[in-house]
């Protein structure tokens, strides 16, 4: 009996320690369709934290008629089993607004999150893409009201061939394109990874998870710029011109938990 009561013990312990290393999950939780997706605005950068929740990220100069964006319907791919509804991307932008906001998800106004690697998974479906150029699209800020981007996956729409558009990473200075091509339409599983102890982030595209971690095809350097700031929000970038969803985000701390 005592032996059976200490297995039971030795394998609470070694579930208790995988589940430590997502840092975050089910972010989506409590939305339906068509609900507005921000529950405040930062209006400084010091401005009261909302924990754990969506808020429209600070600037300096917000566009006028610019909102919220809305949630949409669940996307999902095989292998990756993070649920919960999207983003509508493109919601923010009623008719006759342009321009760009962030929409930041805060993490913590603390230092906990901060060395080793830190991972971020998302599901993403494009109908559309307004921009040509390489675009921040989502990623980890060090600021919890979505100042200082640490690692941020980019988008942009292929100038001659408009149905396919391409990712990117970028670490503080540095923008590298990921060498593959994908199709509008398509739901890709994006996985980002941004290590502390190489000042490198590394962008994955469709990884299987089941497997150990692959070599990545884009990787961005911070150069002079060494990776030393906190984590402390989620960012979610929205354009006029776009159309799509983005969703289903995970937050590790290791490869092993995205597939959990």
């Given amino acids: 009996m005592k032996k059976i009561f200490a297995t039971i013990l030795v394998l609470a312990s070694v579930s208790a320690a995988m589940n430590a290393q997502i840092v975050k999950q089910n972010i989506m939780d409590g939305y339906s369709a068509s609900d ?4 405040a605005v930062y209006t400084a950068k010091d401005a009261p934290v909302n924990l754990f929740s969506w808020s429209a990220g600070y600037t300096s100069k917000p566009i006028e008629g610019a909102v919220s964006p809305v949630a949409g319907d669940a996307l999902s791919l095989e292998g990756y089993n993070e649920g919960g509804a999207s983003i509508v991307l493109g919601s923010s ?16 106004s603390g230092k906990e999150i901060r060395g080793g690697a830190l991972y971020l998974a998302f599901l993403v479906n494009f109908d559309k893409i307004g921009t040509k150029t390489m675009s921040p699209l989502a990623g980890f800020c060090s600021g ?20 396919n558009y391409y990712f990117g990473v970028r670490l503080i200075e540095e923008t590298v394109e990921f060498p593959q091509a994908f199709e509008m339409g398509q739901t890709n599983l994006v996985v980002l990874k941004i290590d502390y102890n190489t000042s490198l982030a590394s962008l994955f595209i469709n990884p299987d998870l089941s497997a150990g971690e692959p070599e990545p095809a884009a990787v961005a350097n911070a ?5 030393k700031h906190s984590i402390r929000a989620l960012m979610v970038r929205d354009y006029y011109g776009y159309k799509g969803l983005i969703g289903n985000f995970r937050i590790a701390r290791n490869w092993e938990s995205l597939a959990e």
């Fill in 93 to 108: 932008f009623p008719e006759g607004v342009k321009g760009r906001r962030a929409s930041v998800y805060s993490l913590t």
């Fill in 144 to 163: 919890y009201a979505g100042n200082g981007n640490r690692g941020t996956v980019y988008v942009r729409r292929d100038a001659e061939v408009k149905k």
């Fill in 36 to 39: 507005a997706i921000e529950k």
């Fill in 223 to 227: 150069g002079d710029s060494s990776l």
